[in-house]
T-cell receptor, first 110, second 116 residues
Framework: QKEVEQDPGPLSVPEGAIVSLNCTYS??????FMWYRQYSRKGPELLMY????GNKEDGRFTAQVDKSSKYISLFIRDSQPSDSATYLC??????????FGAGTRLFVKA | NAGVTQTPKFRVLKTGQSMTLLCAQD?????MYWYRQDPGMGLRLIHY???????AKGEVPDGYNVSRLKKQNFLLGLESAAPSQTSVYFC???????????????FGPGTRLTVT
């Protein structure tokens, strides 16, 4: 079983749609849960992070963590063409190494 | 403040040739990392460093060597390039551990390497 599973997509949605991106993980030692966004031909950049179960909101983005199910989600409300990118979930045990998911490619059509 | 920079941006090598990728950061970060990114595989850690003069192996270290002689620089070397090393290479840096926000990794723009 892979330590992190993420559907690679691509996911194509119309502008204004609600987008749901998901990852599952198997390592109970993960303490920090992150989402990175990567535009085409660029390096990833941190979008959101959390260290507890529950929801965290930042503008149009909501990160959700369910530790009991080992499942994390990123919701994007009122999606925009500028949200078109690859979204990588990422996990950390509290040390200095981060485990990344393979990334989900998202296309938001105008 | 340039953040993380990588040199070169593109390179084509023949099998057996060697090269060095340079990563530089101006944020005074302790930790630095080298990843490779391949379709469907995500980011895989090659080597990392937790401080000047220290290096350690990551998930896929074979065929690569690294050095961190200065805190701001992290070099990745390919001694004898193979077609399997065709990939996009990313360097990243982060502050020392302690809080979740410190785990944020700042990535460079990447180096696209093709080995023929």
């Amino acid at each position: 079983q892979k330590e992190v599973e993420q559907d690679p997509g691509p996911l194509s949605v119309p502008e204004g749609a609600i987008v749901s991106l998901n990852c599952t993980y198997s390592n109970s030692a993960f303490q920090y849960f992150m989402w990175y966004r990567q535009y085409s031909r660029k390096g990833p950049e941190l979008l959101m992070y959390t260290y507890s179960s529950g929801n965290k909101e930042d503008g149009r983005f909501t990160a959700q963590v369910d530790k009991s199910s080992k499942y994390i989600s990123l919701f994007i409300r009122d999606s925009q063409p500028s949200d078109s990118a690859t979204y990588l979930c990422a996990f950390d045990t509290g040390g200095f190494k981060t485990i990344f998911g393979a990334g989900t490619r998202l296309f938001v059509k105008a | 403040n340039a953040g993380v920079t990588q040199t070169p941006k593109f390179r084509v090598l023949k099998t057996g040739q060697s090269m060095t990728l340079l990563c530089a950061q101006d944020m005074n970060h302790e930790y630095m990392y080298w990843y490779r990114q391949d379709p469907g595989m995500g980011l895989r850690l090659i080597h990392y460093s937790v401080g000047e003069g220290t290096t350690a192996k990551g998930e896929v270290p074979d065929g690569y060597n690294v050095s961190r002689l200065k805190k701001q620089n992290f070099l990745l070397g390919l001694e004898s390039a193979a077609p399997s090393q065709t990939s996009v290479y990313f360097c990243a840096s982060s502050l020392a551990s302690g809080r979740a926000v410190s785990y944020e990794q700042y990535f460079g723009p990447g180096t696209r390497l093709t080995v023929t």
